[in-house]
Nanobody, 114 residues
Framework: QVHVVESGGGLVQAGGSLKLSCAAS??????MGWYRQVPGEQRELVAT???????NYADSVKGRFTISRDNAKNTIYLQMNSLKPEDTAVYYC??????????WGQGTQVTVSS
C-alpha cells in the first residue's frame, strides 16, 4: 500500500523561509513533486524532481524554491525562501510510479503573512 505524507507547513512572515518534506512508501517513484492549491482555484505545479535528479519549477518560484530528493528514503524536500503572501496555499506532494500511477498526500498548509 502506498503512503504519501507531507510535513513542514506553517505560518511565516513575508520574506521568511520554510522547508517542506514528503515521505512516500510502498513503491518506487520515478517522479515526485509539489503542487499547491488555493481555495476556488486549480491545483498548480510548484516543482518536480526525477529519480535521476532532473528538476522542473514553476516560473513563479524559480530562484526562490529548491526541490531536492533522497532516493534511499523516498523523500523529497522543498526549501522555500523569500516567501510571498501569494505563496499561501495548501501544498500537496505528488508521487508517480514507473507505471504512471499517481499518488497524492493529504496536503500541508503554508500561510505567508504580509
Amino acid at each position: 500500500q502506498v503512503h504519501v505524507v507531507e510535513s513542514g507547513g506553517g505560518l511565516v512572515q513575508a520574506g521568511g523561509s520554510l522547508k517542506l518534506s514528503c515521505a512516500a512508501s510502498g513503491n518506487i517513484f520515478s517522479i515526485m513533486g509539489w503542487y499547491r492549491q488555493v481555495p476556488g482555484e486549480q491545483r498548480e505545479l510548484v516543482a518536480t524532481v526525477t529519480r535521476g535528479g532532473s528538476t522542473n519549477y514553476a516560473d513563479s518560484v524559480k530562484g526562490r524554491f529548491t526541490i531536492s530528493r533522497d532516493n534511499a528514503k523516498n523523500t523529497i524536500y522543498l526549501q522555500m525562501n523569500s516567501l510571498k503572501p501569494e505563496d499561501t496555499a495548501v501544498y500537496y506532494c505528488l508521487s508517480v510510479n514507473g507505471l504512471g500511477f499517481t499518488y497524492w498526500g493529504q496536503g500541508t498548509q503554508v500561510t505567508v503573512s504580509s
